[in-house]
């Protein structure tokens, strides 16, 4: 199963540099329109279970320009003192996305998560 962010045509995350706590990124050249993937960052420390500190999201531009493909959650495990990378499917990757379009949804920024 996939999960995408469906972000409202008004609300591209390409042009959007920040909302909230929230600080988006392009990890690929601006340049390289075919294959565009942005990193959504967390300024502040947050915790979501009582080791993970969910760190960034990378999404991938998928055809669509509403829709975003959830490639991975990057988070600090406190417990073994590294870095994680959490599937987009695992239920804990899921609560930080539901945070994440909350959030956003504080600064009207609609976002919605679909799985395929």
């Not at 969910?54 to 055809?63: A, L, M, N």
């Not at 987009?88 to 920024?109: G, N, R």
Request: hydrophobic content about 40%; charged content about 15%.
């Amino acid at each position: 199963m996939r999960n995408y962010l469906i972000f409202d045509a008004f609300d591209n995350p390409m042009h959007l540099s920040k909302v909230g706590n929230w600080v988006i990124t392009f990890l690929s050249p601006k340049e390289q329109l075919q294959h565009i993937e942005l990193a959504i960052t967390y300024v502040l420390p947050r915790h979501i279970s009582a080791s993970l500190q969910p760190r960034r999201v990378i999404i991938h531009s998928h055809g669509n320009r509403e829709q975003w493909l959830v490639s991975h959650i990057e988070c600090y495990d406190s417990s073994s003192l590294q870095e994680v990378s959490l599937h987009s499917e695992d239920p804990i990757a899921q609560q930080a996305l539901q945070q994440i379009i909350h959030e956003f949804a504080k600064y009207d920024v609609n976002v919605q998560l679909m799985q395929i």
